[in-house]
């Protein structure tokens, strides 16, 4: 083969393709590297926005949504039950 030909696989859809650029990672820019581009901005947007601790099990996460409270749904719903028991047994 040539030597200047560089066989690669696009960082986001797996694809090998066969380039001369050095530097490419995608199989197309217009389709793979703007998803890319899009999507570190989107987690740059999550990280300045902070991380949060989840009150069910203590542990940091990037909430994806902005009024995401726990790190899982599972945490969510463990968090809710427990609240509703010991409204309970308040009363
Ligand atoms: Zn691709
Ligand atoms: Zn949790």
Redesign the pocket.
């Known amino acids: 083969g040539d030597p200047s030909v560089h066989r690669i696989q696009c960082e986001c859809c797996r694809k090998v393709i066969y380039t001369q650029t050095r530097n490419r990672k995608y199989c197309s820019f217009q389709t793979c590297g703007h998803r890319m581009l899009n999507l570190r901005k989107s987690l740059k947007k999550r990280i300045e926005r902070g991380a949060y601790t989840?009150p069910?099990?203590g542990?940091q996460f990037l909430p994806i949504r902005a009024d995401a409270r726990?790190?899982?749904n599972a945490?969510r719903q463990k968090d809710y039950r427990k609240r509703k028991v010991t409204a309970h047994a308040s009363l």
């Open positions: 989840c069910c099990c542990e726990y790190c899982s945490c």
